[in-house]
């Protein structure tokens, strides 16, 4: 199993077809084929599935894309920390991040990098799961809030405010909490795993979860903002996500005077991925512009 066939299977898969794993390799059509059935042939298993239109990727094929593409990165590691005239970040970045987040926010920021370093590609995944990123080939991932206890390192981006909001039409047809303690009383929609742990405020300088009940509890940030909208109940979601609907009007403030802790934008890698020159830069540039793009 030689390296550059490696390459090539990780490429294939990534372009899901020969015609464009050959245009981004600078090969032949036939040399790409030949090469990954030589692979397949070496190691005594089908990779690919062929069909017309496209390739869909075998569960053993799928394990080898993973283990290829940790290779192929820890070679480039290596490439650019040897060689003194290469340290601009290159090759292929695996990410994932939150889907919200990823749309309002990672979006722009992701082509504003790619503009300044066009020797790297971006696959990036949106999804509210929490992936397995060693397991799953990813370079690395973007996560809000408390991170579980892992080998992986993390850095903190940012920190994004809490903001409890609800639509004018329910503001004027309840009272609005007064405290924090006033929410016991009012219909809480409640995002991803609120309904059990209650939301946090500081209250005469001390911390204190408050107990929350309501109509709707759902693991995504822009259903709960819409059903504030709609004037089901208070939301209390990151401040990326309901900016919009605040500035509009659509929906309003409450408890303003009241602190809720932030939560934290961190960015997670393997440990050895940590020399990686590519992670490094897409790190710092996130934690760059990402104070004044969450506040903006």
Not at 58 to 68: K, S
Not at 175 to 185: H, K, N, S, Y
Not at 224 to 248: H, M, N
Request: glycine share 6%; with cysteine.
């Amino acid at each position: 199993m030689q390296l550059d066939d490696l390459k090539i299977f990780v490429t294939t898969v990534d372009a899901r077809n020969f015609t464009a794993a050959a245009n981004r390799l600078q090969l032949s059509k036939q040399f790409v084929s030949r090469r990954v059935m030589a692979l397949e042939a070496s190691l005594g298993v089908r990779l690919l599935v062929r069909n017309t239109r496209k390739l869909a990727v075998t569960d053993l094929g799928y394990e080898l894309y993973q283990r290829a593409t940790r290779i192929l990165g820890e070679v480039e590691d290596a490439e650019q920390a040897m060689t003194s005239g290469r340290s601009d970040p290159r090759g292929l970045l695996r990410v994932s991040a939150p889907m919200s987040f990823g749309m309002i926010h990672l979006s722009p920021l992701v082509a504003a990098f790619l503009r300044a370093n066009p020797d790297v590609r971006v696959d990036m995944e949106l999804s509210d799961r929490v992936v397995d990123v060693v397991g799953e080939g990813f370079d690395m991932a973007l996560r809000i809030g408390t991170l579980a206890d892992s080998t992986l390192i993390a850095q903190k981006l940012a920190e994004i405010r809490m903001v409890a909001c609800c639509s004018p039409a329910y503001r004027k047809a309840r009272r609005p909490p007064a405290t924090p303690g006033d929410l016991a009383r009012h219909a809480c929609l409640l995002y991803g795993q609120e309904g059990r742990s209650g939301w946090e405020y500081m209250v005469d300088g001390a911390s204190r979860t408050i107990e929350v009940h309501g109509p709707l509890r759902v693991n995504n940030g822009e259903v709960i903002r819409d059903a504030a909208i709609a004037g089901l109940g208070i939301a209390r979601l990151p401040e990326f996500i309901v900016a919009e609907a605040l500035a509009s009007g659509k929906l309003v403030e409450v408890l303003g005077d009241f602190v809720s802790p932030p939560l934290t934008l961190y960015a997670v890698y393997p440990q050895h991925r940590q020399a990686s020159i590519t992670i490094r830069a897409f790190t710092q540039f996130l934690r760059d512009r990402f104070v004044k793009a969450i506040r903006r």
